[in-house]
């Protein structure tokens, strides 16, 4: 039996959907533990694309069961949608459940996240605009919805006369937006809490009941360490906590619990939105990756920037998360480059610095150290051993678990299910990855 975490050691979109659903073969329930719907999971199996949101890619095992868990923030109306374009696929949805203490998006939500971006100006986040800050400051305020609110009718009233009553002199004074209709925001939603009420249990005893019953439960989270609240590049980051210990926090589960942690992160560093990005590249390369890595949101469609692989901000991902071992995706992005670089350390104001600075000032002065290495100059999508792998590659891939200090189990080399090289089982392996060299 073992509970691991998958998490995001960049700035999230490292192809998390992928590996979850990977490891979800060897999992019996996958739990999502944080994010909402401004997070996007694409996952390939036999020709057919999935695009998820919310619901964790484990759905497409008939046999595994799927937790939205607490510390998630839910769009009624999203979720549904994915709950009927499952069913359209011939996917079954009757192993997910909801937390009954995840917080519900409301209309004003989304409004007010929109309006407050765009006041912002030149000091904007770069939000996606689905109304996920808001949600959770409302939560953080205590004034927030929850599902249990959501299907309790008399309660749901009460909660919702006084907010937004609240929220339309936000709406009106502040963003000079007309006012919401109390009647017509819960005429929609009691019809969202209608179609959802079966899925609702209370998470933390159903995952409890879980552990003791010695299943092997996978925790998901959404976004990468980059973009913690707490931990991330800040101000430009989520509202909620994607590294590991966010995985205790939002299903209700103790850190014991946990048995290892596992890191995604792409061949090369990608970046959605505003903030610092030290290695990113704005020429023909860096356009040649967004190209060849078809680099555009599962959830919004924006281009990603694109830059070399970042080691420091690795490492910094490895402490934060106490990871165990990592995956790296998009290998064969790198196929037709000559060279490829790799950023050891930064330079700042002309001194040198090894660790990830938590200063966000001296963060946006960070010049990157580059090491360079040969490229292969020959396909890897094929490739389904490291005896596969060019020299130059397999040289590469042993390069980035040295500089960061912790060993790589799984290569992936297409967006296929098939098109992965296993190194050695996450979950049921011993806590020892071969591809690693000892210094």
């Not at 960049?10 to 719907?37: C, F, H, M, N």
């Not at 008399?154 to 009106?172: D, F, S, Y």
């Not at 430009?236 to 942690?261: E, F, K, L």
Request: contains cysteine; hydrophobic residues 35%.
């Amino acid at each position: 039996m073992a509970n691991v975490v998958v998490i995001g050691a960049q700035w999230g979109d490292e192809g998390k959907g992928k590996i979850t659903d990977l490891l979800s073969r060897s999992a019996d329930i996958v739990v999502r533990y944080q994010g909402g719907v401004n997070a996007g999971h694409t996952v390939v199996v036999d020709d057919r694309t999935f695009k998820l949101h919310l619901i964790p890619s484990g759905i497409l095992y008939p046999n595994t069961e799927c937790i939205i868990g607490s510390g998630t923030v839910i769009d009624p109306q999203v979720l549904l949608e994915e709950l009927d374009t499952l069913k359209d696929l011939g996917v079954s949805t009757q192993n997910l459940f909801i937390s009954s203490a995840a917080h519900v998006t409301m209309p004003y939500h989304r409004l007010i996240d929109r309006s407050a971006e765009l006041q912002r100006g030149d000091r904007k986040i770069g939000t996606t605009g689905r109304g996920i800050g808001p949600t959770y400051a409302d939560k953080s305020e205590r004034t927030g919805i929850r599902m249990l609110d959501l299907i309790d009718p008399e309660g749901l009233r009460a909660q919702l006369e006084w907010t937004i009553a609240h929220k339309n002199v936000l709406l009106e004074k502040l963003y000079d937006l007309p006012p919401l209709d109390l009647e017509s925001v819960l005429a929609e939603y009691s019809g969202y809490a209608e179609r959802l009420k079966p899925y609702v249990v209370d998470c933390s005893l159903t995952i409890y009941n879980a552990i003791l019953r010695r299943r092997n439960i996978l925790f998901e989270g959404a976004q990468g360490t980059l973009l913690d609240l707490d931990h991330g590049t800040y101000p430009y980051v989520t509202s909620s906590n994607p590294v590991a210990g966010g995985a205790c926090v939002g299903t209700g589960v103790g850190p014991t619990a946990i048995d290892r942690v596992i890191g995604v992160a792409k061949a090369y560093t990608t970046r959605v939105g505003e903030g610092p990005f030290p290695t990113e590249l704005n020429d023909e390369t860096g356009a040649e990756l967004c190209d060849r890595g078809a680099e555009f949101g599962t959830t919004t469609g924006r281009q990603r920037r694109c830059g070399w692989f970042d080691a420091v901000i690795g490492r910094y991902a490895v402490r934060i998360n106490g990871m165990d071992c990592l995956a790296i995706t998009k290998l064969d992005v790198l196929d037709e480059l000559e060279e490829i670089k790799v950023c050891v350390a930064y330079e700042i104001d002309g001194q040198p610095c090894q660790d990830f600075p938590s200063n966000a000032r001296l963060f946006a002065r960070c010049k990157p150290i580059y090491k360079t290495l040969p490229g292969w100059k020959q396909s890897t999508e094929h490739c389904r051993t490291l005896d596969d792998l060019p020299q130059a590659a397999l040289d590469y891939l042993e390069f980035l678990a040295e500089i960061m200090a912790v060993p790589i189990a799984i290569v992936s080399l297409g967006a296929d299910r098939d098109q992965t090289i296993i190194v050695e089982d996450p979950i049921h392996g011993p806590k020892r990855a071969l591809l690693h060299k000892t210094h």
